[in-house]
């Protein structure tokens, strides 16, 4: 069984508890297979765990707690990994990014970064002072080339009124910005909706965040400075389902948003 690239138990927390599975598994002789029913899996997600390449879920880690008598050590190295940031975050994000059968995005600050103008994420970057603006713009232009694969990923982005109406850069920056959404928009699997301002408070102001799909199976990052937070444990991913809903809920229908972007757009003229 090899290990994901960059496999690290001495500095990353969850690739410590797959060594450490895969250790306590191979000296009490067991099978791939035994542990899976002791979760109630295939043997295939074992060895996704202790390869690194899928984290052990809370529920799980408390299954095999239970049936080695380990008195909640898996239970709190989940918990303690959860809570802490992570390096890796990021790459595994983009990873999934790149390879997501579906993707569903909640917006509230920015435009989504599969969608922005190599301007506008220019703009961006300085705005925000991030060194190293130019490498993180070609960076970011270098990401949508997952949004032209084929077969292309579905794409449902919930935007906040806010984004479309706040300059970033100039007029023209903002024009051309706004254009290239309402392209996308059109397109059959892209879904672009709007949340008015008009609606108030709603479960979609504490930030945003992306699921990310990939052979049934939902990651979500959420955004925050400094770093956003990877989710992949079942229990907490379906939470953001469930938000993504409710945000989906007060959000303008297609062709009302659509209106809303070329409204937006006519501003910028």
Known sequence: MRYRSGFDPDRNLWDLIAFDLRKQREERDISLAVVGEIIGRDRSLVAYVESGKTKLQAKHAVKIDDAWRTGGLYTRLVRFAKLGHDISWLATHLELEASADE????????MPGLFQTENYARAMFEAAGTEGAEAGTKARVERQQCLHRTPPPRVWAIIDEYVITQPVGSAEIMRDQLAHVIDLAKRPHIGVRVVPQSVGAHAGRDGSFKIMTVGGADSVYTIAPGGGRLIQDATETNSYRVWFDLIGDV???????????????????
Do not use: E, Y
């Open 251 to 269: 959000a303008l229908p297609k062709d009302a948003s659509l209106d809303l972007l070329v409204q937006a757009m006519g501003r910028f003229s």
């Open 103 to 110: 993707l569903r995005s909640w917006n509230l600050g920015w």
